[in-house]
C-alpha cells in the first residue's frame, strides 16, 4: 500500500507573536558579517570631515562603506542593483539597518566622497589582516593587468595623427610660399620668408595672412585661392584644438575622447591571448598569499616605467620597505634594479632573455655574443674570439622616456679585415663594433644570481599562483573587466573597492 504524502506547513497568513530579527536570519560565519567587523574597526574620521553641516541629514558614511564594500564583494557594481538590493535582500537590509539610499546617492558616494579617500582606507584593512597573520608586507609579488574603460572604443585621438596633422600644415605653407616666389620671379621686391617652424594658431595666422597679401592684387591660380581661404578658416582652429589635445595626451600615443584618463591598449581577450585596442587602464598590484597589499593605475601600456612609482607608494602608505620583490621580466630595467638596490630590497626580477639563457644552449655557447666576449676590466677591453683586442672609442650617455640616464661604452675591433671568422662573428661592413652598459650587466649578473639560488627559484614558482591568481580571480570568478566610473580618480577608487572585496571575501574563507 502507498504511503501517504505528508507535506510541510504552508500558510502565508500566519502571524508570529513576535516578529523576527534580521540579525537572527543572518549566519554567524556569513561573510557580510566579516565585512560588518572590519569597517567597524577603520576610523573614517577624514571621510567624515568631507560632509557638511546644515540642511537635512545625511546616510552615515559607515553605512555606506560597508554597503557598497559587501556588494563588490557579491559581484554587485551597477548603483541600481545595489539600491534593489536593499530592499530585497536580507543581508543587505541587516547590514544598512533598514536605511534605503538611493542610486544617486549610492553613485554619489562612491564616485565623489570616496576620492582620494579609500586608499587610506584600504591601508587599514591591510594592516588589520597582516595583524591576524593572514598577509606579510615583507614579501611582495608584484604584476600587472589591464582593465577596459568605460569609454567608446571606437572615439579616439593618436598622438601620431596630431604630428602627421601639423607636418601636413606646414608642408602645405611651404608649398603656398614656393607659389609666392614663382609670382615674384620676375620681380625684386619678394616679401620676407615667415617662419614655417611654429607651428602654432598664431603664427599660422600670421604666415596665411602674409601669404595672401603677397598674392595681393596678383593674379592667383583659382585652386591657390581655395587652398588660403580653406587655410585662413580652418587650419589656426585645427592647431588650437591639436594644442588641447596635446595636453591632454602628455607624454602617451593615445587616449579616448570619452574618457581623456584612458590610454587605448592592447586587451587579451580570449585563451589564445588574441585581442583587439581598447581604451583601458594598467592596474599594478601587489600581492601576499594572494592578498592583495597595494595597487595603483598606469596610463603607460608597459609594465617597465610603472614599477618605482607603485613601490613607493606602498612604501608612502605603510610607512616600510618590503625586504623583498619578486615579478616577471616585464619590469627588468637598469632604473628599476637601480631602485631596489637603493632602497635595499632583494629583487627576484628576472630580465628579458633570462629563461633564453637559461634554456638555449646554442645562446650561451656561442662563443660570438657579446655575453660570451672575455673582458679585461683593467684596461677595459675587449677580445673576440680570435684574440684581437677591441678597446674603448667612446663613452656616452642615453636617456630613457622617464628621464633616466644609462651610460654606455662602445668597444672597436682594430682590423676585421681578413679574418676567417668575420662571417661568424658579424656583418658590419667595416669593423666589429660593440655597445656596452656596464651597470646593466652587472645588475643582470646579480639578479641572475639571485633567482638561481634556492631562494630564488622558490620565489618564482610562487609568484605564479600568488599575484596572477589574483587577477584570475578579479576576472572570471568577480567578473570585472570593465570598470563603471570614468576619470582616473574614480576608476582608482573602484579599483580599490574591488581589491578590499577580494581581500576580505579570500579572509571570510581562510
Given at each position: 500500500m502507498k504511503a501517504k504524502v505528508v507535506f510541510k506547513t504552508y500558510n502565508q497568513s500566519q502571524l508570529s507573536l513576535l516578529p523576527p530579527s534580521y540579525d537572527d536570519l543572518v549566519p554567524v560565519n556569513h561573510p557580510v558579517r566579516i565585512v560588518n567587523t572590519i569597517i567597524d574597526q577603520i576610523d573614517i574620521a577624514d571621510l567624515e570631515r568631507s560632509y557638511k553641516g546644515g540642511g537635512t541629514s545625511s546616510y552615515h558614511p559607515r553605512m555606506l562603506l560597508k554597503v557598497i564594500i559587501y556588494a563588490y564583494l557579491r559581484n554587485m557594481y551597477s548603483s541600481r542593483k545595489i539600491e534593489q538590493a536593499?530592499?530585497?535582500?536580507?543581508?543587505f537590509m541587516w547590514l544598512s539597518g533598514q536605511s534605503k539610499p538611493d542610486h544617486n546617492t549610492i553613485n554619489d558616494f562612491r564616485g565623489k566622497r570616496l576620492k582620494g579617500k579609500f586608499k587610506n582606507i584600504f591601508n587599514q584593512v591591510v594592516l588589520l589582516l597582516a595583524d591576524q597573520g593572514v598577509l606579510s608586507l615583507k614579501e611582495l609579488f608584484v604584476d600587472g593587468t589591464k582593465i577596459e574603460a568605460n569609454a567608446n572604443r571606437f572615439t579616439f585621438v593618436w598622438g601620431k595623427s596630431i604630428k602627421n596633422s601639423k607636418e601636413r600644415i606646414k608642408k602645405q605653407l611651404r608649398e603656398l610660399w614656393s607659389y609666392v616666389e614663382k609670382v615674384y620671379d620676375q620681380e625684386q621686391l619678394l616679401p620676407n620668408e615667415p617662419d614655417f617652424e611654429a607651428i602654432d594658431p598664431d603664427e599660422v595666422a600670421k604666415t596665411i595672412d602674409a601669404i595672401n597679401d603677397a598674392l595681393k592684387d596678383k593674379e592667383v591660380d583659382k585652386k591657390v585661392k581655395q587652398k588660403l581661404n580653406y587655410a585662413r578658416?580652418?587650419?589656426?582652429g585645427n592647431l588650437k584644438k591639436y594644442q588641447e589635445q596635446e595636453a591632454i595626451l602628455g607624454k602617451r600615443n593615445s587616449y579616448s575622447k570619452t574618457d581623456p584618463d584612458a590610454t587605448f591598449m592592447r586587451m587579451k581577450d580570449d585563451y589564445m591571448q588574441n585581442g583587439q585596442l581598447k581604451p583601458g587602464y594598467n592596474l599594478q598590484a601587489s600581492t601576499n598569499n594572494q592578498f592583495i597589499t597595494n595597487y595603483t593605475l598606469a596610463q603607460t601600456t608597459a609594465d617597465t616605467t610603472t614599477l618605482k612609482d607603485h613601490l613607493q607608494d606602498h612604501i608612502d602608505s605603510y610607512d616600510q620597505t618590503p625586504e623583498s620583490l619578486t615579478a616577471d621580466a616585464g619590469y627588468g630595467s637598469e632604473e628599476n634594479y637601480t631602485d631596489l638596490e637603493e632602497?635595499?630590497?632583494?629583487?627576484?626580477?628576472?630580465?628579458?632573455?633570462f629563461h633564453k639563457e637559461q634554456r638555449d644552449k646554442k645562446h650561451r655557447e656561442n662563443p660570438f655574443h657579446p655575453d660570451n666576449l672575455?673582458?679585461?676590466?683593467?684596461?677595459?677591453?675587449?677580445?673576440?674570439?680570435?684574440?684581437q683586442a677591441m678597446k674603448k672609442v667612446r663613452s656616452y650617455e642615453s636617456e630613457t622616456t622617464t628621464g633616466f640616464k644609462q651610460q654606455i661604452h662602445r668597444y672597436q675591433a682594430a682590423n676585421c679585415k681578413g679574418c676567417p671568422l668575420r662571417g661568424s662573428c658579424h656583418k658590419a661592413k667595416g669593423n666589429r663594433t660593440l655597445e656596452r652598459n656596464h651597470n646593466l650587466i652587472r645588475l643582470k649578473e646579480k639578479a641572475r644570481n639571485l633567482l638561481l639560488s634556492e631562494e630564488g627559484i622558490a620565489h618564482r614558482k610562487r609568484r605564479c599562483w600568488d599575484v596572477e591568481a589574483v587577477f584570475g580571480n578579479i576576472k572570471q570568478n568577480m567578473g570585472f573587466k570593465r570598470f563603471m566610473l570614468r576619470g582616473m580618480d574614480k576608476v582608482t577608487t573602484e579599483i580599490g573597492l574591488i581589491a578590499m572585496a577580494h581581500n576580505l571575501r579570500k579572509f571570510s574563507i581562510a
Open positions: 536593499l530592499l530585497e535582500n536580507i543581508h578658416k580652418n587650419w589656426p632602497k635595499e630590497i632583494t629583487a627576484y626580477v628576472k630580465y628579458n632573455y672575455f673582458y679585461n676590466k683593467e684596461t677595459d677591453t675587449y677580445y673576440c674570439p680570435m684574440g
